[in-house]
């Protein structure tokens, strides 16, 4: 068996099997008894229903996980790739078109075979547990709009990357990595400004005691920024959330319009002010440089592959080329990608953590923190007690309970 073909199918089968056990693992850590940090605040009918929420979504994504590596395999084994190789090869286009042809093909491919566990999972898993809230239209124009933004975006990016490794030789990893980072560093200023509101609506913050509190809050901590608004969540779901968009003094501060429904304005500016910690803590700048180093160095890696003859005969590749690489490259790459999202997740709920100590130390009211948490928690049926292998490889947040349990004892 050719070696590259080995590999990819037992990392295919191996990340799929770690997965899976993964989700029944969380499944059965799932404890029918209500946490008693949650007694004053979660009707136990409710905690019943998240429990329900966890596995009917658990399951859900083990089909779909099963499915589309079932059709994977099947597209390696069978020659699949060099038939739409073949194909897109037949038009007689230059490379670079000829590029784009075969990835959108595999692109609406990928799309056709998501496209009804999406629709499952919006109008009957969400609208089972009362979260959806998306139209038939509204649903079928979001995917419209996603798929011209990733032809645009995607299209200029894969194009900019064959070019390079086209014309640059040895060096092309270099201006691959040079390119993708300035265009990261880009879609940072015009993504607020030009892609969001293409899906949300986003209004200033209306004059008012939250504003008021967000806006005295903000200049204590000399956090500037290009204004509050809220966004229009509640077109497509019940969840609630908050964020900060934008770059430098193009940050804007966002709410869903769900949240401000279901907060008082002390737990509302606490869950700004974790996310200020955020930016005092440089902890988005440093999600920043660790994307770029790592970007770098999967050009690098990828350098060494793109052309490797064993690799295009284990999809049973007629042709060698340079956009076909990219594609098989990603199935190498998955592991190294396994083992960078454990690092950078592990990353990401240190950080959490110290973003919630800046929001008890700067604004001081940590019960109302604590509320927040809770709330948010039980508004979207979040996992109360994941199994510490599901956050370990997935969790980019701590659970809930032990955030809770370190702002207590920090209180102490």
Same mark, same amino acid.
């Given at each position: 068996?050719?070696?590259?073909?080995?590999?990819?199918?037992?990392?295919?089968?191996?990340?799929?099997?770690?997965?899976?056990?993964?989700?029944?693992?969380?499944?059965?850590?799932?404890?029918?008894?209500?946490?008693?940090?949650?007694?004053?605040?979660?009707?136990?009918?409710?905690?019943?229903?998240?429990?329900?929420?966890?596995?009917?979504?658990?399951?859900?994504?083990?089909?779909?996980?099963?499915?589309?590596?079932?059709?994977?395999? =099947?597209?390696?084994?069978?020659?699949?790739?060099?038939?739409?190789?073949?194909?897109?090869?037949?038009?007689?286009?230059?490379?670079?078109?000829?590029?784009?042809?075969?990835?959108?093909?595999?692109?609406?491919?990928?799309?056709?075979?998501?496209?009804?566990?999406?629709?499952?999972?919006?109008?009957?898993?969400?609208?089972?547990?009362?979260?959806?809230?998306?139209?038939?239209?509204?649903?079928?124009?979001?995917?419209?709009?996603?798929?011209?933004?990733?032809?645009?975006?995607?299209?200029?990016?894969?194009?900019?990357?064959?070019?390079?490794?086209?014309?640059?030789?040895?060096?092309?990893?270099?201006?691959?990595?040079?390119?993708?980072?300035?265009?990261?560093?880009?879609?940072?200023?015009?993504?607020?400004?030009?892609?969001?509101?293409?899906?949300?609506?986003?209004?200033?913050?209306?004059?008012?005691?939250?504003?008021?509190?967000?806006?005295?809050?903000?200049?204590?901590?000399?956090?500037?920024?290009?204004?509050?608004?809220?966004?229009?969540?509640?077109?497509?779901?019940?969840?609630?959330?908050?964020?900060?968009?934008?770059?430098?003094?193009?940050?804007?501060?966002?709410?869903?319009?769900?949240?401000?429904?279901?907060?008082?304005?002390?737990?509302?500016?606490?869950?700004?002010?974790?996310?200020?910690?955020?930016?005092?803590?440089?902890?988005?700048?440093?999600?920043?440089?660790?994307?770029?180093?790592?970007?770098?160095?999967?050009?690098?890696?990828?350098?060494?592959?793109?052309?490797?003859?064993?690799?295009?005969?284990?999809?049973?590749?007629?042709?060698?080329?340079?956009?076909?690489?990219?594609?098989?490259?990603?199935?190498? =790459?998955?592991?190294?990608?396994?083992?960078?999202?454990?690092?950078?997740?592990?990353?990401?709920?240190?950080?959490?953590?110290?973003?919630?100590?800046?929001?008890?130390?700067?604004?001081?009211?940590?019960?109302?923190?604590?509320?927040?948490?809770?709330?948010?928690?039980?508004?979207?049926?979040?996992?109360?007690?994941?199994?510490?292998?599901?956050?370990?490889?997935?969790?980019?947040?701590?659970?809930?309970?032990?955030?809770?349990?370190?702002?207590?004892?920090?209180?102490?």
């Amino acid at each position: 068996m050719n070696i590259y073909l080995f590999i990819i199918l037992f990392v295919l089968v191996g990340i799929y099997l770690l997965n899976l056990s993964t989700s029944l693992l969380n499944i059965s850590s799932a404890n029918p008894q209500l946490p008693k940090e949650f007694k004053d605040l979660y009707d136990p009918k409710k905690y019943y229903e998240s429990q329900n929420y966890l596995k009917d979504n658990s399951y859900f994504k083990i089909i779909q996980s099963t499915v589309i590596n079932i059709i994977i395999i =099947y597209l390696i084994l069978t020659g699949g790739f060099n038939s739409i190789d073949q194909f897109v090869r037949s038009f007689n286009l230059e490379v670079i078109p000829t590029g784009l042809f075969f990835i959108v093909i595999i692109f609406f491919g990928a799309q056709i075979i998501n496209l009804p566990f999406s629709i499952y999972d919006t109008f009957f898993i969400e609208e089972k547990y009362g979260f959806n809230r998306t139209t038939i239209k509204t649903f079928i124009f979001d995917l419209l709009k996603g798929w011209i933004l990733s032809i645009i975006l995607g299209g200029i990016i894969f194009s900019g990357i064959l070019w390079f490794f086209i014309k640059t030789g040895n060096w092309a990893w270099f201006w691959c990595w040079t390119g993708v980072t300035i265009f990261e560093v880009f879609l940072l200023f015009i993504a607020p400004v030009l892609i969001m509101p293409i899906f949300n609506k986003f209004l200033p913050l209306e004059e008012g005691e939250l504003k008021e509190a967000i806006e005295k809050y903000s200049k204590h901590q000399n956090f500037k920024m290009k204004g509050i608004f809220t966004m229009d969540g509640s077109k497509r779901s019940t969840k609630s959330n908050a964020f900060f968009t934008g770059f430098g003094k193009y940050r804007r501060i966002v709410l869903f319009d769900t949240l401000i429904e279901k907060h008082s304005v002390s737990e509302l500016v606490s869950i700004l002010a974790h996310e200020i910690g955020h930016y005092k803590k440089k902890h988005i700048l440093q999600q920043l440089i660790i994307s770029i180093v790592t970007n770098g160095i999967m050009f690098i890696i990828m350098s060494l592959f793109i052309k490797n003859v064993e690799l295009f005969a284990a999809f049973k590749m007629q042709d060698i080329s340079v956009y076909a690489g990219l594609l098989f490259f990603g199935f190498l =790459y998955a592991p190294i990608n396994v083992i960078l999202s454990i690092c950078l997740n592990y990353l990401s709920r240190k950080n959490e953590y110290q973003a919630d100590s800046y929001a008890i130390k700067t604004f001081n009211e940590p019960e109302a923190f604590i509320s927040a948490l809770k709330k948010m928690s039980i508004d979207n049926l979040s996992n109360l007690t994941p199994h510490p292998l599901k956050v370990f490889l997935d969790y980019s947040h701590p659970p809930v309970l032990k955030r809770i349990e370190t702002i207590r004892l920090r209180q102490i």
